[in-house]
T-cell receptor, first 112, second 113 residues
């Protein structure tokens, strides 16, 4: 039973346009969320996080939105660049501990 | 700055053999995590340590798996005996503490024949 879902296995976007990656979760106890980016043959790299007390967090071209009532978060990348092509993982954890649960990932391809 | 260092990068061995994966966390990080990534199950947390003490090992699949952290700069994940279904990419990660982002190594690709 997946607690963190990323229902789009892949996404293609034109360079310069917006990329929107979605993540849904089922555990209402999750209160801290992160996005990671992963290139082939490398480990995941932390991108951006958000806690449940916020509904938006922005860092440069990356913005994460959290809708707690819908148990949904999204990552917006604007503008998208070819170097953003990677697999993006959503991860979540409960208030205590460090047990992050990862989604299956979405492969983003940014076309030049 | 040196990131999380894992060795070996690739390991191919026959079933029944003992496998030892190694990890050096980022200096100053006091939390260390072992993950396994497979196509079927994605990225799963196996075990994590705080200040060299195992905190949550509920993700360790079975007794064939064991992990140790003898000091703040070194950890091992051991599989004995190994089986073909253990084939996966194993990641080590470290962080400065609760709620902080984890920094991942580049993983060990393990193939059990």
């Amino acid at each position: 039973d997946q607690q963190v879902k990323q229902n789009s296995p892949s996404l293609s976007v034109q360079e310069g346009r917006i990329s929107i990656l979605n993540c849904d979760y089922t555990n209402s106890m999750f209160d801290y969320f992160l996005w990671y980016k992963k290139y082939p043959a490398e480990g995941p790299t932390f991108l951006i996080s958000i806690s449940s007390i916020k509904d938006k967090n922005e860092d440069g071209r990356f913005t994460v939105f959290l809708n707690k009532s819908a148990k949904h978060l999204s990552l917006h990348i604007v503008p998208s660049q070819p170097g953003d092509s990677a697999v993006y993982f959503c991860a979540a954890k409960e208030n205590y501990g460090q047990n992050f649960v990862f989604g299956p990932g979405t492969r983003l391809s940014v076309l030049p | 700055d040196a990131g999380v260092i894992q060795s070996p990068r690739h390991e191919v061995t026959e079933m029944g053999q003992e496998v030892t994966l190694r990890c050096k966390p980022i200096s100053g990080h006091n939390s260390l995590f072992w993950y396994r990534q497979t196509m079927m199950r994605g990225l799963e947390l196996l075990i994590y340590f705080n200040n060299n003490v195992p905190i949550d090992d509920s993700g360790m699949p079975e007794d064939r798996f064991s992990a140790k952290m003898p000091n703040a700069s070194f950890s091992t994940l051991k599989i004995q005996p190994s089986e073909p279904r253990d084939s996966a990419v194993y990641f080590c990660a470290s962080s400065t503490g609760e709620g902080q982002p984890q920094h991942f190594g580049d993983g060990t690709r393990l193939s059990i024949l």
